[in-house]
Structure formats: structure tokens, C-alpha cells
């Protein structure tokens, strides 16, 4: 029932932030004194609707989105009456006209900065000491798994943890092994990686003091740190799990009001390296998509669609993991705002560069006493956007059936 109920609130959420998007280009168009015919939530059949003014305001049937109707968004639309003419968006200058294409993704920015200035009063934000090295600190294992699996519990025949023969206890430090320095958690796995199977010195700190235990490192397959996708190979294991923060350091931190807009700010710029590299990756993950939907194991980090968002929200609210929820929201926020602004009709973004395209050549066309070209044909690049649609829809498809035969799970079942 709980994870019903969490499907329920993401799937509402999301509608309520596209429905947002559309409504930023409309009361934008508004403002400017264009034209604008409807405002709808939803698509196919009308359940319900009325008019005020010159705007028709409803509901649709498909729950999947939303839109606005301006009138005269490019020179070739020919729902323009002869009245209106001069309301035509494509006659307004290009910063109007850039404002309100860019209204749906401030819109998804606005929504996701202030979900996040919230959460960091709330419900708190990752520790910024997250992303620095931390010192080795562990928790020590009951066994080591010797194949190559995903992490699990230990099962009969599973071997002793070489780190809890030896006599390490959880919190401790590890400072060296072999007589060599460990600085860091990832410094750590690298030094037990490198040793073979067998007797190794281990040197920690305990409550202040230093200490150092014999462990006869365990013979595990792994694939390498530096390339998941290669083969498994013999390396060594101790047994131990790394800390991400030394004891008693809170992974997540919250806020007062004031302090919670640098947070905010300081969070906002990860999210925003976070997004632009995993977009940087799609093209890369489209055969680990196809793996998974094909029968193969599903990689946590390929792309989900809608649906994979809105099922990971009802494991959210299933495991009362509601700052999952919170932050898959302002992760679906920011990467539709992001991606609606790619410089590809007939996303905004094409709108926006076409018009300053227009703008730019206009400009040198007259330092070049030249005359004037004109608009752009938008007839012209239907060939390209057709493309584009195309291309995306096959990745919706993929990403939505990927999502329903083969999800991305966070939580064990």
C-alpha cells in the first residue's frame, strides 16, 4: 500500500511540474501581451474546461503532461487571424521571445532550488565533506564473498572475515599496511588490491592508541577499480567495508534559513556537474539499456524514464526513505530543465537559438549593407526535427520498457 501510495505522489508531482513548465510560457506570453488560445493539463479527450478571456483553461484525460497554445510561435503557423497579427509571438523581439521558451525550465530550476532549500532546513543535505578524501576508517565484516557478486549478506560456506580473525574492530583507522602509508578510504582498497593473498601487517588507531595485527588476506575476484566492465581477477580482500566519514561525522547536515542558501547554491553546482556528465554518458549507456531489456543485468547508473522515476518514489515512501523521494524530485526537476534547453528543435532550446540565429545574421547583414534575409523557414528544418523525435522516442521506449520488464531496484527484496 505504501509503495502504491508513493507511486501515487511522484506520478502527481511530476504532473504537477510539467503542468508548472507550461504554465511559466504562458503567463510570460501573457505578460508580453502575446496570444495565448489554451492552457490544458493533460492530452487527448477533455474531461473539462472553460474560458476566460481569450485563454481556454481544462483538463485532459491522459494525465502524461500538459501544453500551451501561443499563437504565432513561428512565422509559418497559420492559426494566426488577421486581428491578431501583430500579437504574433515570432514578431516580438528576441529577448521575449527567449523568455518565454525559457520560462518551462526556470520553472523546473525554481521547483528544484526550492525543494533543495527546503530539504536542507528539513530533512539536510549531503555532508560537503562527502566529496573530499576521508581518512581509512571501517567496519569490519562477518565473512568476504569470494566471487564477483553484488554486495549480499554471508551465506554458509562464505569464508571468515581475514579483518575479524585478526582482531580489527569497527571505527578503526587503518594508517598502514606493510609499512606503508594508507591516507585515504579509496588509498585503502588500492594497497589491499595490489598485495597478493596471504599474511599481511596491518597498523591502526584505536581510541587514540596505534596498533598493528597479522590478517592473512583473503583470495576474492573482482573487476578492477579502474574498469568495472573487464574481466574479474584475483585480487586480495581484508574484510572491511569503508567508512565515508570518520565515526560520529553526520552524512547528512541541515541547515537554519540563512546558512540554507549557500547549502543550496553549493549543492545546486554538484547537481548541476552531476547532470551535465551523466548526459555527457547517454549515448554510452543505450547497449547496457538494451542488455537489460534484452534479459542482462541492469546497471544502477544506466537511464530511466519516467516510469523508473516514479517506481524508485514508491520505494521510497515503501522504506519511509523520503529524502529519496525528495531528491529524485530535484533530480527530475533539473535534468528536464537542462534538457529542455538543448539547442534541438522542437525542444525550447531549438526555439531560443533559432531566434537569436535570426537576430545575429540580421545584425551582420546590415554591417554588411546587405538586406535583410529574414526569418528562418521552419518548413525547412522539419526534416532535422523529425529526426530529433524520432531518435528520442526510441530512447523513451527503450528507457519505459527497460524501466517495466527489467527496473532499477534500491532496495533489497
Same mark, same amino acid.
Given at each position: 500500500?505504501?509503495?502504491?501510495?508513493?507511486?501515487?505522489?511522484?506520478?502527481?508531482?511530476?504532473?504537477?511540474?510539467?503542468?508548472?513548465?507550461?504554465?511559466?510560457?504562458?503567463?510570460?506570453?501573457?505578460?508580453?501581451?502575446?496570444?495565448?488560445?489554451?492552457?490544458?493539463?493533460?492530452?487527448?479527450?477533455?474531461?473539462?474546461?472553460?474560458?476566460?478571456?481569450?485563454?481556454?483553461?481544462?483538463?485532459?484525460?491522459?494525465?502524461?503532461?500538459?501544453?500551451?497554445?501561443?499563437?504565432?510561435?513561428?512565422?509559418?503557423?497559420?492559426?494566426?487571424?488577421?486581428?491578431?497579427?501583430?500579437?504574433?509571438?515570432?514578431?516580438?523581439?528576441?529577448?521575449?521571445?527567449?523568455?518565454?521558451?525559457?520560462?518551462?525550465?526556470?520553472?523546473?530550476?525554481?521547483?528544484?532550488?526550492?525543494?533543495?532549500?527546503?530539504?536542507?532546513?528539513?530533512?539536510?543535505?549531503?555532508?560537503?565533506?562527502?566529496?573530499?578524501?576521508?581518512?581509512?576508517?571501517?567496519?569490519?565484516?562477518?565473512?568476504?564473498?569470494?566471487?564477483?557478486?553484488?554486495?549480499?549478506?554471508?551465506?554458509?560456506?562464505?569464508?571468515?572475515?581475514?579483518?575479524?580473525?585478526?582482531?580489527?574492530?569497527?571505527?578503526?583507522?587503518?594508517?598502514?599496511?606493510?609499512?606503508? !602509508?594508507?591516507? #585515504?578510504?579509496?588509498? @585503502?582498497?588500492?594497497?589491499?588490491?595490489? =598485495? /597478493? &593473498? +596471504?599474511?599481511?601487517?596491518?597498523?591502526?588507531?584505536?581510541?587514540?592508541?596505534?596498533?598493528?595485527?597479522?590478517?592473512?588476506?583473503?583470495?576474492?575476484?573482482?573487476?578492477?577499480?579502474?574498469?568495472?566492465?573487464? !574481466?574479474?581477477? #584475483?585480487?586480495?580482500? @581484508?574484510?572491511?567495508?569503508?567508512?565515508? =566519514? /570518520? &565515526? +560520529?561525522?553526520?552524512?547528512?547536515?541541515?541547515?537554519?534559513?540563512?546558512?540554507?542558501?549557500?547549502?543550496?547554491?553549493?549543492?545546486?553546482?554538484?547537481?548541476?556537474?552531476?547532470?551535465?556528465?551523466?548526459?555527457?554518458?547517454?549515448?554510452?549507456?543505450?547497449?547496457?539499456?538494451?542488455?537489460?531489456?534484452?534479459?542482462?543485468?541492469?546497471?544502477?547508473?544506466?537511464?530511466?524514464?519516467?516510469?523508473?522515476?516514479?517506481?524508485?518514489?514508491?520505494?521510497?515512501?515503501?522504506?519511509?526513505?523520503?529524502?529519496?523521494?525528495?531528491?529524485?524530485?530535484?533530480?527530475?526537476?533539473?535534468?528536464?530543465?537542462?534538457?529542455?534547453?538543448?539547442?534541438?528543435?522542437?525542444?525550447?532550446?531549438?526555439?531560443?537559438?533559432?531566434?537569436?540565429?535570426?537576430?545575429?545574421?540580421?545584425?551582420?547583414?546590415?554591417?554588411?549593407?546587405?538586406?535583410?534575409?529574414?526569418?528562418?523557414?521552419?518548413?525547412?528544418?522539419?526534416?532535422?526535427?523529425?529526426?530529433?523525435?524520432?531518435?528520442?522516442?526510441?530512447?523513451?521506449?527503450?528507457?519505459?520498457?527497460?524501466?517495466?520488464?527489467?527496473?532499477?531496484?534500491?532496495?533489497?527484496?
Amino acid at each position: 500500500m505504501a509503495y502504491l501510495l508513493g507511486v501515487v505522489l511522484f506520478a502527481l508531482a511530476i504532473l504537477i511540474s510539467v503542468s508548472l513548465h507550461e504554465a511559466g510560457h504562458m503567463l510570460t506570453a501573457k505578460a508580453f501581451g502575446m496570444k495565448v488560445t489554451r492552457y490544458f493539463v493533460g492530452f487527448g479527450p477533455t474531461l473539462w474546461s472553460f474560458k476566460r478571456g481569450e485563454t481556454e483553461y481544462g483538463v485532459k484525460g491522459i494525465p502524461l503532461g500538459g501544453f500551451c497554445k501561443i499563437v504565432g510561435m513561428t512565422p509559418q503557423d497559420d492559426d494566426v487571424e488577421p486581428g491578431d497579427e501583430p500579437r504574433a509571438m515570432w514578431r516580438y523581439p528576441v529577448w521575449k521571445r527567449t523568455i518565454v521558451m525559457s520560462a518551462g525550465s526556470i520553472t523546473h530550476f525554481a521547483l528544484a532550488l526550492i525543494a533543495i532549500w527546503f530539504a536542507a532546513i528539513f530533512m539536510g543535505l549531503p555532508n560537503k565533506a562527502l566529496a573530499e578524501p576521508q581518512p581509512a576508517y571501517v567496519k569490519v565484516t562477518n565473512c568476504v564473498v569470494t566471487a564477483n557478486e553484488p554486495p549480499r549478506d554471508c551465506q554458509a560456506g562464505d569464508p571468515a572475515s581475514p579483518a575479524k580473525l585478526a582482531g580489527l574492530q569497527n571505527d578503526d583507522k587503518i594508517v598502514a599496511i606493510n609499512g606503508t !602509508a594508507v591516507a #585515504t578510504n579509496a588509498d @585503502l582498497i588500492k594497497q589491499i588490491r595490489a =598485495l /597478493p &593473498p +596471504g599474511e599481511a601487517n596491518i597498523r591502526y588507531e584505536r581510541d587514540g592508541a596505534t596498533g598493528e595485527v597479522k590478517a592473512n588476506l583473503a583470495a576474492v575476484q573482482r573487476t578492477p577499480l579502474d574498469d568495472p566492465k573487464a !574481466a574479474p581477477k #584475483t585480487v586480495s580482500a @581484508l574484510g572491511v567495508e569503508v567508512m565515508q =566519514l /570518520p &565515526p +560520529g561525522v553526520p552524512t547528512m547536515v541541515k541547515y537554519g534559513p540563512v546558512d540554507a542558501f549557500g547549502a543550496t547554491a553549493h549543492y545546486t553546482g554538484n547537481l548541476a556537474v552531476g547532470t551535465f556528465e551523466s548526459m555527457k554518458r547517454i549515448p554510452q549507456k543505450v547497449p547496457a539499456l538494451w542488455t537489460a531489456v534484452t534479459g542482462g543485468e541492469r546497471e544502477i547508473d544506466t537511464p530511466i524514464s519516467v516510469v523508473g522515476a516514479t517506481r524508485l518514489g514508491g520505494e521510497a515512501v515503501q522504506h519511509d526513505a523520503w529524502e529519496l523521494f525528495v531528491s529524485l524530485f530535484i533530480g527530475l526537476n533539473f535534468f528536464i530543465g537542462v534538457f529542455n534547453l538543448l539547442p534541438l528543435l522542437p525542444l525550447d532550446g531549438g526555439h531560443i537559438i533559432i531566434a537569436w540565429f535570426e537576430r545575429v545574421r540580421s545584425w551582420l547583414y546590415a554591417r554588411l549593407r546587405r538586406p535583410d534575409p529574414g526569418r528562418v523557414d521552419y518548413l525547412k528544418l522539419m526534416p532535422i526535427t523529425y529526426v530529433v523525435i524520432l531518435i528520442g522516442g526510441v530512447f523513451t521506449l527503450l528507457t519505459v520498457t527497460a524501466d517495466v520488464v527489467n527496473p532499477i531496484t534500491l532496495f533489497s527484496r
